[in-house]
């Protein structure tokens, strides 16, 4: 006899990533439930892509104002053509995405429903008039722009990343909420494209992730290369309309003021999309640590949630991590084997500064192997004191490799040009566990990459010293 088992959210990297796994698995039968349109996934429609692309218009435009070696008029970021190329670009990866799951459910043990999911009662499910029982649920609905609860809030024009990535026209001032990776991604980009920016910042810096000089450096350089005033360690009060916009009360280090512009941004993060599910219908409850590391709710065995909506880590390459031990985890439990946890070791890449000034994270910083009381050494190594950064004229920033007292690569970030094509890298050094003093110090002239062996020498300087 099979084991039925439906996916709530097929079209999601977290869901395709469950799907691909079990389709190959003899004795599953698998219902994909789906009812987006034009469907794809949020990190295709809304997220990581779209992003990217209209970020790389930007970052042309502040390439050409950044070098004093070129002259003439600066040019000027035309937004429908922007936009217009996104689209263009998002319904294609859109296709090969449906194209994928359109191949899953050629398959003879597979259904897909294009319809919307709800809970009738534990592990029961209606999609449209059908009603179904499955096994087990697969739960990978993704997430929703987070708008905060801030008194006035529902009386202004609060305009999100999704309406970012839409804008053919922007307004001349704007305040913003959220300084986090979105917001330190589309701040950059709204300011290239001519909005004055006002940034409501709740710590002293930015990248909680970071170690603090990765924080202040990118604070210091988004205040100097771009038309933006970030306020610190300032909190959001209240916000209410103005005859020309919205006028933003907050207190900046206990004492209150008032921030006016013409349009409100609201980069505040994402939380899980579980609206419509109706899981008061059933013992799960969406409160936090309501899913456990297997992927399995804690409230019901036979429900898995992956992704963006377990409220864990809402990142791409996670929920199809996710995904896949959710998968196995499936198996495990009808075999009645020893279900496995996701490990995540933290590979983070965030598109600072137009992607000229990317920020990535491998494994520890300095502060969490600090916490996790690992005995190591760091080394930190400023981009221009590296030559290839100059000549291509992206000198800001800086690196830093945290490395156990054995020699064990523990992690790496980098706060500089091409940090994100270097990640990748670093993972393979962290997650194999590779000696320092083992890595090949044979960077190739003129590669960015000499500050990873810049840092990789230094580090065995230190161990061997």
Not at 46 to 64: D, N, Q, T, W
Not at 140 to 164: C, E, F, H, Q, R
Not at 240 to 257: I, M
Request: net charge negative; proline share 5%; charged share 30%.
């Amino acid at each position: 006899m099979s084991t039925h088992v439906a996916v709530v959210g097929a079209y999601g990297s977290a869901g395709v990533a469950v799907a691909q796994r079990l389709a190959d698995e003899p004795g599953i039968r698998l219902t994909l439930v789906d009812d987006g349109d034009p469907g794809g996934g949020l990190c295709i429609l809304r997220g990581c892509m779209p992003s990217k692309e209209v970020l790389s218009a930007a970052e042309h435009r502040f390439a050409a104002r950044h070098d004093d070696r070129l002259t003439g008029p600066l040019p000027e970021v035309d937004l429908e053509r922007v936009v217009e190329r996104k689209d263009e670009h998002t319904a294609d990866f859109a296709a090969h995405r449906r194209a994928a799951v359109d191949r899953l459910a050629d398959r003879e043990d597979v259904d897909f429903l294009r319809e919307r999911a709800c809970f009738v009662d534990d592990c029961r499910l209606a999609v449209g008039d059908r009603r179904l029982e499955p096994d087990y649920v697969v739960v990978a609905t993704g997430s929703v722009p987070n708008i905060p609860d801030l008194p006035g809030i529902g009386d202004v024009d609060v305009a999100t990343s999704a309406d970012v990535l839409d804008a053919t026209t922007l307004p001349d001032t704007g305040v913003v909420m959220g300084f986090g990776y979105i917001g330190m991604e589309l701040v950059p980009y709204l300011s290239e494209a001519g909005v004055e920016l006002t940034v409501v910042e709740h710590d002293a810096r930015p990248l909680d992730e970071a170690d603090p000089p990765f924080g202040d450096a990118l604070l210091s350089y988004y205040r100097e290369h771009f038309d933006v005033t970030v306020l610190t360690q300032t909190d959001e009060r209240r916000v209410e309309p103005t005859d020309d916009g919205v006028r933003l009360t907050v207190a900046e280090n206990g004492e209150e003021r008032t921030v006016e512009a013409d349009r409100l941004f609201a980069f505040t993060g994402r939380r899980p999309a579980l609206e419509g599910l109706d899981l008061e219908r059933t013992a799960l409850s969406s409160e936090p640590g309501w899913v456990t590391d297997t992927m399995q709710a804690r409230d019901d065995e036979r429900v898995f949630v992956v992704g963006d909506a377990n409220g864990k880590e809402p990142i791409l390459h996670v929920a199809k991590e996710q995904g896949a031990v959710a998968a196995e985890n499936v198996l495990a439990h009808r075999d009645g084997d020893p279900l496995t946890s996701y490990e995540n070791v933290h590979h983070h890449v965030v598109f600072s500064g137009l992607g000229v000034l990317p920020y990535a994270r491998v494994g520890h910083s300095a502060e969490s192997a600090r916490e996790a009381g690992i005995d190591h050494v760091v080394v930190t190594r400023e981009t221009a004191s590296d030559g290839v950064f100059r000549t291509k004229n992206v000198p800001a920033g800086l690196g830093r490799l945290v490395v156990g007292t054995d020699g064990t690569v523990l992690g790496w970030q980098g706060l500089h040009y091409h940090a994100d094509a270097m990640a990748k890298t670093m993972q393979v050094a962290v997650e194999t566990g590779i000696d320092v003093r083992e890595v090949p110090d044979r960077a190739y002239h003129p590669t960015t990459p000499e500050i990873l062996d810049g840092l990789v020498r230094e580090a065995a300087d230190e161990l061997d010293g």
